[in-house]
């Protein structure tokens, strides 16, 4: 009776730990992969001067800077030009 305890305590220590590292797995990802493009711009936009507000619509937040007034990006939505 004990050893089926310790069995059975033991595949529940390897199942709790198997499960936090598939959920670290695959977290890690999520926070690294963001939107790195749009990152770099916004971090260029907060050291530029910009008195007419004309990068005013780079906004962090969106999902890819495509849609930024001045940026130009490919078919695969990724920046090629920034005019």
């Known amino acids: 009776m ?3 305890m310790m ?3 033991w595949k529940w220590v390897i199942r709790v730990i198997a499960v936090t590292v598939i ?3 695959g ?3 999520l926070k690294v992969k963001g939107n790195t493009e749009g990152d770099a711009l916004y971090t260029l936009r907060r050291s530029l001067s910009d008195p007419d507000n004309a990068l005013q619509s780079w906004d962090p937040t969106l999902v890819n800077p495509c849609t ?3 940026i130009t990006c490919n078919q695969v939505n990724r920046v090629t030009r920034v005019s």
Request: charged fraction near 5%.
């Open 7 to 9: 069995t059975t305590t």
């Open 68 to 70: 930024w007034f001045h």
């Open 23 to 25: 959920l670290s797995v």
């Open 2 to 4: 004990r050893m089926m």
């Open 27 to 29: 977290i890690i990802p």
